[in-house]
């Protein structure tokens, strides 16, 4: 059995870069702030304001690498996923509970609600298909604690007082009086919008850290047991939602393997990619002695290249008799089965094999993405593993 890493890990890799972005997002967003509070006199978000296209794709028509999501169903334009979280963070400290019931719709789900909103006498309530800018995955339908939004909701009320400062407006066509009421209905104008060229002020607009659709992931275990090398992980290429094909090196031989192993840790922060696996976990003859480890995703579709994962060098043990010595001396039950968080057989895996373990730190030109969730997770992880193959060896 390979080993499977930690599965309670809650930080894949882009969350944690996700929040360093953020931070560093932060400090943007302070300034911007300032601006605006400066500026607000002056130059409110404008309600005349509308969502702006996507460039080069079709209405209706995302590649899944354009959407991200906050969870519950609900898919959004990439660049405006931070703020929305960020403004549903807010609300909620507010005592106002927004839940987005509708967001992104594809053009079939576009003609779906005209037809509804037909059947019922009202074609105006909803887009004529291909031009909704929900088709842009910037439009929201919210809900309060209450249920749908309508003009009296504390939804709708702390939305027209604060939505603006996270790149949020309610188009002046949808008001009460307006041709369109509709109460639950926001745009994103983070990025400026139909009106403003360039990034709107407002909090929490964080702009992309990397390409679209470049591979992302996480390597959480290379380690060294006697002939062999272990590795897991998870990878997706946010262009399909399907399993991608993973390459393992040691030293310049390949090994194709499928991230097809079920993480549902991965499912719950990535729900857009939950319907097919994403984990991987194998192990890989290898000769005694030093090897470098490196694990690539692979690009499968749309933009994007491959990405290395991770690097480490690991030090393989001759299968001696020093192996067996190990195991009637070490704890049986460190089976590869026992779950590698166990954090008494991590403390002294730790203490016998601290110094002769051979997993290196990820290499300092790693892809940043990845260096930091690794480094606690995987050392923790990567100790035990050795510990179970290591004998207690001598230096
Ligand atoms: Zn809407």
Redesign the pocket.
Known sequence: MPVISRPTDPTPARATSGSRRRRAAGAIALLAALLALVGASCQQLNPDNRAAAVPAVTNGSLPMSYLASPGGGCAVYDEALASLKAMIAQAAKDGVKLKPV?CY?DYAGQVA?RESWCNRGACQM??VPGT???GWGK???FADQNGSLGFDSVGYTWLKTWAGYFGWIHPRT?EADGPVP?A????WVGDGGKMYLGKYFGFGNAPLAEPRGLPFGNVDVIAAQAGAVQVAGWAIDPDQVASIPVHVYVDTSGVPITANQPRADVGAAYPLYAKAPHGFATTIPASPGRHQVCVYAINVSGTGYNRTLKCATVTVPAATPATARASSVGAPAATSSTPATSPTTSTTASTTTSTTTAVARPTPGATPTTTPTGSPSSSATTTTTVAQAGPPMTR
């Open positions: 509708s719709r609600a909803a887009a909704s800018n929900h439009a929201i339908d949808m509709e639950w209905h926001w745009e």
